[in-house]
């Protein structure tokens, strides 16, 4: 198994030091921003990808079922282009 030391971002330790509790969401956005880093993946870049996708068309199962990598979703969208 594989695990990853959490960041979390100074907003979220702030709204888990006034409750006292964690914050799940906040702490599972962050470990995938981590992952995307990791994977040199811009979340911003991704998000334009996927709705570029979008407006050419695809579902959001279409894109899951003819990509499995950044990279692939690149080719989809600069494909549907030509």
């Known amino acids: 198994m594989i695990t990853r030391a959490v ?3 100074d ?3 702030l709204y888990l030091t006034w409750n006292s509790h964690i914050n ?3 702490l599972y956005r962050r470990a995938l ?8 993946v811009d979340p911003n870049e991704l998000r334009d ?7 050419q068309g695809y579902t959001k199962d279409e ?3 003819e ?3 950044y990279a692939d979703l690149k080719a989809l969208v600069d ?4």
């Open 24 to 26: 799940g969401s906040a």
């Open 49 to 55: 990808l996927f709705e570029r996708a979008r407006e």
């Open 33 to 40: 921003r981590d992952e995307m880093e990791l994977r040199d």
């Open 79 to 82: 494909d549907a282009k030509e």
């Open 63 to 65: 894109i899951v079922d």
């Open 67 to 69: 990509t499995n990598r």
């Open 11 to 13: 907003i979220d330790d």
């Open 7 to 9: 960041t979390i971002e």
